[in-house]
């Protein structure tokens, strides 16, 4: 493995990634251990457990946990395997309870993790202490803008700490209505062959695919102009050196609304007030389409039609691909509604951001075969032979007219163009620093 992370190292120098990083049973191990150990991973949303008792089940890497919200409108993250025998406690996807008791031998836990009784238990455990006897609970849990995530290492740094200054661009995404964003009903979740860090090292700032993958969507009418440019229009990457990124295209307040932005009857529930002067001229420039918070959870808001020749909506969804092996995720998609905007507003989106991303969605089928590609050379022994690289050089050491943008004035390290991979590579030595640290 020290072998291979050192190959890493040099590589990312040449602006190359191996591709057996992206499919290996040791490499998945060490993933689980030091990135989803320590890292501030996304659990849900607070509008899906809205009211005292509602617990729902989570991920974080392979380990199932319930995230409740007790009775004090606490948000516990809680390990959904027993204390006694390793049980799986909770058996629904999700609910409302006070209490869950453990099918198999009964053992009784309090929605905020404490143990709370077991049958026969003034015989049966006379010397129990039930403090030493509840589930084991994400030690840091934490929400910013009703994003929850939890840290599952103890001496992990605050959330705020962790998002750096991609904390900055989520207050301007979802500060914009006092009101706020909930999702609308479940989450949708579907199983694609292919690795985690492929959705990550997309949405990080592939701008460079959507000319070519998704071409078959202008085709059809149901998305006009898109971006034929290669991601050698307007837009700019900025990256951030947690591993985070984001892509930014064109104004979106208050126009034009139909190239990423919003609606004037949207626009006005907005309250520009509630962000800093340099946020307010930020959102009159700039939009973010896309984003990842490292590891593994992505933002997107961009127009999309519900059918030929409608005028697109914008919708916004959360997306997350969970880790189930080194060639297989489950692909999360929470879509979002504004609180404050009119429903037929958030109905449109929903239906066309649906029909974009979403488990039938037509950029999904896309995405999902080119991505199941990069695990495929991974395992191939014979890419093993060669030791197969990826080329990440892209807008890399003069290969196109891609620079550090210097005069940008908000946070982040911003590119004069999206025609490189920056982001791309900021995130594999993010990537790369957690796994080699012990
Ligand atoms: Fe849960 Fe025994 S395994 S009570
Ligand atoms: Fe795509």
Not at 204 to 213: E, K, M, P, Q, R
Not at 413 to 438: D, F, I, S
């Given at each position: 493995?020290?072998?291979?992370?050192?190959?890493?190292?040099?590589?990312?120098?040449?602006?190359?990634?191996?591709?057996?990083?992206?499919n290996?049973?040791?490499?998945h191990?060490?993933?689980?251990?030091?990135?989803?150990?320590?890292?501030?991973?996304?659990?849900?949303?607070?509008?899906?457990?809205?009211?005292?008792?509602?617990?729902?089940l989570?991920y974080?890497?392979?380990?199932?946990?319930?995230?409740?919200?007790?009775?004090?409108?606490?948000?516990?993250?809680?390990?959904?395997?027993?204390?006694?025998?390793?049980?799986?406690?909770?058996r629904?996807?999700?609910?409302?309870?006070?209490?869950?008791?453990?099918?198999?031998?009964?053992?009784?836990?309090?929605?905020?993790?404490?143990?709370?009784?077991?049958?026969?238990?003034?015989?049966?455990?006379?010397?129990?202490?039930?403090?030493?006897?509840?589930?084991?609970?994400?030690?840091?849990?934490?929400?910013?803008?009703?994003?929850?995530?939890?840290c599952?290492?103890?001496e992990?740094?605050?959330?705020?700490?962790?998002?750096?200054?991609?904390?900055?661009?989520?207050?301007?995404?979802?500060?914009?209505?006092?009101?706020?964003?909930?999702?609308?009903?479940?989450?949708?979740?579907?199983?694609?062959?292919?690795?985690?860090?492929?959705?990550?090292?997309?949405f990080?700032?592939?701008?460079?695919?959507?000319?070519?993958?998704h071409?078959?969507?202008e085709?059809?009418?149901?998305?006009?102009?898109?971006?034929?440019?290669g991601?050698?229009?307007?837009g700019?990457?900025?990256?951030?050196?947690?591993?985070?990124?984001?892509?930014?295209?064109?104004?979106?307040?208050?126009?034009?609304?139909?190239?990423?932005?919003?609606?004037?009857?949207?626009?006005?529930?907005?309250?520009?007030?509630?962000?800093t002067?340099?946020?307010?001229?930020?959102?009159?420039?700039?939009?973010?389409?896309?984003?990842?918070?490292?590891?593994?959870l992505a933002?997107?808001?961009?127009?999309?039609?519900?059918a030929?020749?409608?005028?697109?909506?914008?919708?916004?969804?959360l997306?997350?691909?969970?880790?189930?092996?080194?060639?297989?995720?489950?692909?999360?998609?929470?879509?979002?509604?504004?609180?404050?905007?009119?429903?037929?507003?958030?109905?449109?989106?929903?239906?066309g951001?649906?029909?974009?991303?979403?488990?039938?969605?037509?950029?999904?089928?896309?995405?999902g075969?080119?991505?199941?590609?990069?695990?495929?050379?991974?395992?191939?022994?014979?890419?093993?032979?060669?030791?197969?690289?990826?080329?990440?050089?892209?807008?890399?050491?003069?290969?196109?007219?891609?620079?550090?943008?210097?005069?940008?004035p908000?946070p982040g390290?911003?590119?004069?163009?999206?025609?490189?991979?920056?982001?791309?590579?900021?995130?594999?030595?993010?990537?790369?620093?957690?796994?080699?640290?012990?």
């Open positions: 493995m020290d072998e291979l992370l050192g190959k890493v190292a040099d590589s990312l120098e040449e602006g190359t990634v191996p591709a057996r990083i992206f290996d049973p040791q490499v191990r060490l993933e689980m251990e030091r990135i989803f150990t320590r890292c501030w991973v996304f659990v849900g949303h607070v509008s899906e457990i809205a009211s005292p008792g509602d617990y729902m989570r974080i890497g392979q380990d199932e946990f319930i995230v409740t919200r007790d009775e004090n409108n606490e948000i516990h993250v809680l390990f959904n395997r027993c204390a006694h025998r390793g049980s799986p406690i909770c629904v996807e999700k609910g409302n309870a006070t209490h869950f008791r453990c099918p198999y031998h009964a053992w009784i836990y309090k929605n905020n993790g404490e143990w709370n009784g077991a049958p026969l238990r003034a015989r049966a455990y006379r010397k129990l202490d039930p403090k030493e006897w509840g589930l084991q609970a994400a030690p840091l849990v934490d929400t910013v803008h009703g994003l929850i995530f939890a599952l290492d103890p992990g740094p605050t959330l705020r700490e962790y998002l750096g200054d991609m904390a900055w661009y989520l207050d301007v995404i979802f500060g914009l209505s006092p009101e706020g964003m909930s999702v609308i009903g479940e989450p949708q979740r579907w199983q694609v062959p292919t690795n985690w860090k492929m959705g990550a090292d997309n990080v700032g592939d701008s460079y695919h959507v000319a070519s993958l071409r078959s969507i085709e059809v009418g149901a998305f006009p102009d898109i971006d034929v440019t991601g050698n229009g307007p700019k990457h900025v990256s951030f050196p947690q591993g985070h990124g984001l892509l930014l295209n064109s104004g979106y307040l208050p126009e034009p609304w139909d190239k990423g932005g919003f609606p004037p009857e949207v626009s006005a529930t907005f309250d520009l007030d509630r962000l002067p340099l946020q307010r001229e930020f959102v009159a420039e700039h939009a973010v389409t896309h984003l990842l918070i490292f590891p593994n933002f997107l808001r961009v127009p999309a039609v519900t030929p020749g409608e005028m697109p909506a914008v919708f916004t969804l997306r997350q691909w969970q880790p189930l092996e080194s060639d297989q995720v489950v692909n999360w998609n929470w879509m979002l509604r504004w609180n404050s905007a009119p429903e037929e507003f958030n109905e449109t989106g929903y239906i951001g649906l029909s974009q991303h979403g488990p039938s969605g037509i950029l999904e089928q896309d995405d075969l080119a991505w199941s590609g990069a695990p495929d050379v991974g395992r191939s022994a014979f890419a093993r032979k060669r030791e197969v690289k990826f080329n990440y050089q892209l807008g890399f050491d003069g290969m196109s007219d891609y620079s550090v943008d210097t005069e940008y908000y390290t911003a590119t004069t163009t999206m025609l490189g991979e920056l982001p791309q590579l900021t995130m594999y030595r993010r990537w790369l620093k957690e796994m080699v640290r012990a």
